[in-house]
Nanobody, 120 residues
Framework: QAQLVESGGGLVQAGGSLRLSCTAS????????QGWYRQAPGMQREMVAS???????FYANSVKGRFTISRDNAKNTWWLQMNSLQSEDTAVYYC??????????????WGRGTQVTVSS
């Protein structure tokens, strides 16, 4: 099995920045895509950013221009750089991978989540 571990959450003031990181370990044949999701209290989990096999990126409209996803496939690590944070960004952030552990098929893997709190 594979595991995803994210880190980098914390408490920041509005306008500040944080960088989240996620590293996949264990059985990893390949990763098709990586991403970041978040879930705020009372809200559905939403995709914040993703990066596909060919490097194509997607961002939620609410974070475009402020967040940047990047990765190092050789290290099975990806990051979410969050700038100009607003109170609306407060949520638990989860890293995600479309991951093939054994070379058979891809599955969804999730980190445990890291809390990001933005004070105003």
């Amino acid at each position: 099995q594979a595991q995803l571990v994210e880190s980098g959450g914390g408490l920041v003031q509005a306008g500040g920045s944080l960088r989240l990181s996620c590293t996949a370990s264990g059985s990893i044949h390949s990763i098709n895509a990586q991403g970041w999701y978040r879930q705020a209290p009372g809200m559905q989990r939403e995709m914040v950013a993703s990066i596909g096999r060919d490097g194509d990126t997607f961002y939620a409209n609410s974070v475009k221009g402020r967040f940047t996803i990047s990765r190092d496939n050789a290290k099975n690590t990806w990051w979410l750089q969050m700038n100009s944070l607003q109170s609306e960004d407060t949520a638990v952030y989860y890293c995600h991978a479309d991951l093939n552990p054994l070379g058979f098929y891809y599955q969804d893997y999730w980190g445990r989540g890291t809390q990001v709190t933005v004070s105003s």
